[in-house]
């Protein structure tokens, strides 16, 4: 079942009302599509009855959970698979996340905010600082923090780098080793590599799979038990806060990931320019933008062969997302060192995030 939003209304914030906070989040309705229209903040005395959120019963527990860890150990997917549905692109090109997305668990006891962080590496660029940075910032303001790890190969650097950092913080964290059902049988050395990590701490450690789901429901649980009681954030049907613009860019850059190679998919930014939407038709302009000529050559193939076959995967996806049909076009532009500028990384929605 395909679950999306209407409206961003307001925002709900902490009991500090720092404008920064990173517990600041939006008021979202659920419906059958998405809409970036936005209700005036100066329009408080309507939004008790627009907004579809209910009282939460006794016992009830919410928070926020971080999903951290190095690149490409399977964060994403495991979002995906708590949650129901598909919200975050996945591929097997590392540091395939670059904004901290949140997914929305809604069990009969519990509220789980799920935030999918950037995989946590050394950065090689201004892009990578941003991204580092932010999965920091999610470290610190979180209720518990879930550290996952790869359980196809033992413990590397990263996972050594990921577990100093946790070190020094009081946030409960709790230990996931992913990909169980791919775990070699003849490697007994993986699991106790991990469990070192643990250190003096007695993180609890859990097995599961993300693609299959098995082990998810005794994780969940723990995760649970570690939420104080709290009410409802996010209406109980809600998927994801995310605004429609933000994933029809993941949609295709998606593809550009998962069907170039090299340099390339590291080196993409997509803007979404227009979003027209018709009653029997979606209309969608974006721009690829890539930081060299080469580059922009590979994109668009032989004949325009790759991009062809970049956008008809992406628009298939979409399509599933807005429950309609879609035409999508795409345009591509060299935009040089992009990832080296702080002006041009902030134009194409990568900040710091606080």
């Not at 100066?42 to 907004?51: N, R, Y």
């Not at 709790?174 to 490697?187: E, H, M, T, Y």
């Not at 935009?335 to 500028?341: F, G, L, V, Y």
Request: with cysteine.
């Amino acid at each position: 079942m395909v679950v999306s939003l209407i409206k961003l209304l307001c925002h709900v914030r902490c009991p500090c009302f720092a404008a920064n906070c990173p517990r600041r989040i939006p008021y979202l309705l659920v419906s059958g599509r998405f809409m970036d229209s936005h209700l005036s903040p100066s329009q408080p005395a309507v939004l008790p009855d627009l907004v579809s959120i209910p009282t939460a019963p006794p016992g009830f527990r919410s928070g926020f959970v971080g999903i951290v860890g190095r690149p490409n150990v399977g964060k994403s997917t495991l979002m995906n698979q708590l949650v129901g549905q598909k919200i975050a692109i996945t591929s097997p090109v590392a540091q395939t996340t670059r904004n901290r997305l949140r997914g929305v668990l809604t069990t009969p006891e519990a509220q789980l905010i799920l935030v999918d962080t950037p995989g946590i590496h050394k950065p090689h660029h201004e892009l990578g600082k941003v991204l580092v940075k932010n999965a920091r910032i999610a470290i610190d303001s979180v209720d518990v923090v879930l550290f996952v790890v790869d359980g196809t190969v033992e413990a590397g650097g990263g996972d050594r780098f990921v577990s100093a950092l946790l070190d020094h913080i009081t946030t409960p964290v709790v230990l996931g080793i992913n990909k169980a059902d791919a775990q070699p049988g003849d490697r007994p050395d993986i699991d106790p590599s991990y469990q070192a990590l643990t250190g003096d701490h007695s993180w609890p450690v859990f097995k599961f799979s993300a693609i299959t789901g098995a082990g998810l429901d005794a994780l969940q649980a723990q995760l649970i038990q570690y939420l104080e009681p709290g009410p409802y954030y996010y209406p109980p049907d809600l998927v994801t806060d995310q605004p429609e613009r933000f994933i029809m860019a993941e949609l295709i850059r998606e593809q550009v990931l998962l069907l170039t190679r090299d340099e390339v998919p590291h080196s993409v930014a997509i803007a979404i320019e227009r979003v027209d939407e018709q009653p029997d038709i979606t209309h969608v302009s974006a721009t690829v933008h890539v930081e060299r000529t080469s580059q922009k050559g590979i994109l668009i193939g032989k004949g325009g062969s790759m991009l062809k076959q970049i956008g008809t995967e992406a628009r298939m996806q979409i399509q599933k997302m807005v429950m309609g049909k879609v035409y999508l076009e795409l345009f591509v532009k060299v935009q040089p060192k992009w990832r080296q500028s702080r002006l041009r990384l902030a134009d194409l929605g990568y900040r710091v995030e606080g």
